[in-house]
């Protein structure tokens, strides 16, 4: 590892940890159907946390589950990612569908059948965005754990719409008042209301994933 990744290794995780915490500080968060949420994670019943690649920023304060370990790659980026998640004291699985992938859902299974909540990122770490993989089905099918979606949007406070467009991968999720966040918990998206809110969720086949599990 050069000196220049050493400083960001460093430099990065308590940074972002700082800049995630301030951020949630200056926002005006509206959880939508939280009640439902809390209501179930009061039953202690472990879960796996399912959200879009490019809504994970504030994945650390809006979720207050039981101990969630969360699927992050083994890349660079992801070992930033795995630092600053754990300063907010969330355990970490490292692997993806590039890297390590499947002794990552192994580990995953026996966390699952163990009793622990679970975070995955269906749509992956490469696309396309916003369309669920077989991971995620055949992860709940192996542990029996119940899929929970989440996300986040923001709107600026020119009262333009949900989220940009051009820096996310994930579409806007439409409108909502001028400054304010917006953190939601909802069933999963039915083919035609995911494609109305900027995801797309296919069926696919779980035999390549089983496979992957076999070896």
Known sequence: MTLANRLKV???????????????????????????????????????????????????????GSRLFILISEHRDGELIARIVQRFGFDT?????????????????????????????????????????????????????????YTFSASKKNSSAVGIALKFRCRSAGPASSGASRSTCRPMPTRRSARRSGGTWRRRSTASVKRRIAR
């Open 10 to 64: 460093w430099l990065i995780p308590p940074l972002g940890s700082v800049m995630v915490r301030a951020l949630g500080w200056t926002l005006r968060i509206r959880t939508l159907h939280g009640e439902r949420v809390q209501a179930f994670l009061a039953t202690d019943r472990p879960v796996i946390l399912a959200f879009w690649h490019s809504r994970q920023i504030m994945l650390p304060l809006g979720y207050h």
């Open 93 to 149: 699985v490292r692997g993806s569908t590039t890297r390590g992938g499947a002794r990552a859902l192994r580990q995953l299974v026996k966390l699952g059948r163990s009793g622990n909540s679970l975070a995955v990122t269906p749509d992956g770490p490469k696309g396309p965005r916003c369309v669920a993989q077989a991971g995620v089905v055949e992860l709940a099918k192996l542990t029996g754990l119940p899929i929970l979606p």
